[in-house]
């Protein structure tokens, strides 16, 4: 167990060498807790235009700090969390919690645009994601148009109805993205009959733009595809300003990454960025 304390004072969570389903179970029935603990929280990463720096939206990340553990990463919970179906009722929480933020946002003088929220394949598999979305919006009286929801290309080729709740959630008024786009295999003409609006080029394609000719040609091709389809296109883990220069030269107008920040708290958001 990882017990050194990292940065903002939490420790890191990493599991041990031996025991991994012990670890993994123990892991399981300590999630199951962790809203009623209150456990959870989201952090904010903005998203910004990348001309001029302005605040586009968000994107809220989940984050579990446990007792013992530490802060666990949402790679090593996630994944749990939908194995067990957890997920479902930790997806509400955050829809509802980012929601409830924009709110308290603009009642502090700070209008976020947008606000991205990811979806896991379970949470449609469940049939009632058009309804809970729905009701959410309606409780936390956040307008439609300020929530974007994040689906993978995975997620839409093996939803058998995606198309029905993708365009359920549409009619509803809500924007959607195609996260790490370019990772997966999604049918181009498939693509093309969804009412999605962004495209979010993935890390790993951003991440050696300048050595790699073929990251540089998949990036190029993700922004072409874009335009060609009237979609907006951001760039996700930008790291440096040459990224952001390359990107803005080949139509890339949106970024998100740690050159601009990491994700944060909102109190931290707000200060940054209030007008
Ligand atoms: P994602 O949706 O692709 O989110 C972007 C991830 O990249 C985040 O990791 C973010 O902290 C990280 N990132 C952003 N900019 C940079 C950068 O410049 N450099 C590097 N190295 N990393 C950057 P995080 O927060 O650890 O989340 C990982 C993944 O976990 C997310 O990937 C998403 O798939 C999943 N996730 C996070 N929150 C939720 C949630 O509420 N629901 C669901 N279903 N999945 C979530
Ligand atoms: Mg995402
Ligand atoms: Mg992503
Ligand atoms: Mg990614």
Not at 103 to 121: H, Q
Not at 197 to 210: E, G, M, P, W
Request: proline share 4%.
């Amino acid at each position: 167990q990882a017990k050194a304390r990292g940065r903002n004072g939490y420790r890191f969570y990493a599991p041990s060498m031996t025991g991994e389903g012990v670890e993994r179970l123990r892991l399981e029935t300590w999630l199951r807790r962790s809203l009623e603990k209150d456990e959870m929280f989201l952090n904010y990463q903005p998203q910004v235009e990348i001309d001029t720096g302005r605040l586009i939206g968000v994107e809220a990340l989940v984050r579990w700090n446990h007792p013992e553990l530490g802060l666990v990463p949402p790679v090593r919970f996630i994944p749990l969390a939908e194995d067990s179906g957890f997920i479902s009722q930790l997806g509400e929480w955050v829809l509802a919690q980012a929601c409830r933020q924009m709110v308290r946002w603009e009642a502090a003088g700070l209008v976020v645009p947008k606000i991205a929220v990811n979806l896991s394949v379970r949470q449609f598999e469940r049939g009632t994601i058009v309804r809970t979305v729905g009701d959410i919006l309606r409780e936390t009286g956040l307008a439609p148009h300020r929530l974007q929801l994040e689906v993978t290309e995975s997620l839409i080729m093996n939803t058998g109805d995606a198309l029905q709740y993708i365009n359920g959630l549409h009619a509803l008024g809500v924007s959607l993205a195609i996260d790490d786009f370019g990772t997966g295999y999604s049918s181009l003409a498939y693509l093309k009959q969804m009412p999605v609006q962004t495209l979010k080029i993935d890390r790993s394609f951003i991440k050696d733009i300048h050595e790699d000719a073929n990251d540089e040609a998949i990036a190029i091709a993700i922004i072409q595809l874009g335009k060609s389809m009237n979609l907006s296109v951001i760039a996700e883990g930008v790291e440096t300003d040459e990224q952001a220069a390359f990107l803005l030269r080949h139509g890339c107008k949106q970024a998100q990454g740690y050159f601009y920040s990491r994700p944060v708290m909102p109190d931290d958001l707000l200060h940054r960025w209030l007008p």
